[in-house]
C-alpha cells in the first residue's frame, strides 16, 4: 500500500532579490549578527520566522544581507532575541565614507 503524496503549499517570498545590486556590507553585518544571536538561543530559522511572522525565505535573506532588514522588524529581532538594536551594529566599520 503506498500513501499518496500531498503536494505542499508553496509559499512565495515578499523579498525581491535584485542581483544587479551589489549586497552592502552593512546588510550582511547585521544578519551575520542576527544568525549568531538566534542560532545562540538554539532557534531554527523556521521557529524564529514564525515567532516574528515572516516567511522563513525573508529570514534566510536577511541573515544573508541580501535583503536589508527594516527598522521596526529589527526591532522586533532585538526583542525576541534579548538584546538592545545596536547589538547588531556593535564591531561594524564603515563601508567607504566616500559613500556617505
Same mark, same amino acid.
Not at 534566510?60 to 551594529?89: C, H, M, T, W
Given at each position: 500500500?503506498?500513501?499518496?503524496?500531498?503536494?505542499?503549499?508553496?509559499?512565495?517570498? $515578499?523579498?525581491?532579490?535584485?542581483?544587479?545590486?551589489?549586497?552592502?556590507?552593512?546588510?550582511?553585518?547585521?544578519?551575520?549578527?542576527?544568525?549568531?544571536?538566534?542560532?545562540?538561543?538554539?532557534?531554527?530559522?523556521?521557529?524564529?520566522?514564525?515567532?516574528?511572522?515572516?516567511?522563513?525565505?525573508?529570514?534566510? $535573506?536577511?541573515? $544573508?544581507?541580501?535583503?536589508?532588514?527594516?527598522?521596526?522588524?529589527?526591532?522586533?529581532?532585538?526583542?525576541?532575541?534579548?538584546?538592545?538594536?545596536?547589538?547588531?551594529?556593535?564591531?561594524?566599520?564603515?563601508?567607504?565614507?566616500? $559613500?556617505?
Amino acid at each position: 500500500m503506498f500513501a499518496s503524496v500531498i503536494p505542499h503549499k508553496r509559499v512565495q517570498s $515578499a523579498i525581491i532579490v535584485d542581483s544587479s545590486e551589489p549586497m552592502s556590507l552593512v546588510d550582511g553585518w547585521i544578519g551575520s549578527r542576527v544568525r549568531v544571536k538566534r542560532t545562540s538561543r538554539g532557534m531554527s530559522q523556521q521557529e524564529f520566522s514564525k515567532l516574528l511572522g515572516i516567511d522563513q525565505n525573508d529570514l534566510a $535573506a536577511f541573515e $544573508a544581507g541580501v535583503e536589508r532588514i527594516k527598522a521596526n522588524l529589527l526591532f522586533r529581532i532585538a526583542k525576541s532575541l534579548d538584546v538592545q538594536p545596536d547589538y547588531f551594529f556593535r564591531g561594524y566599520v564603515e563601508e567607504n565614507a566616500k $559613500a556617505l
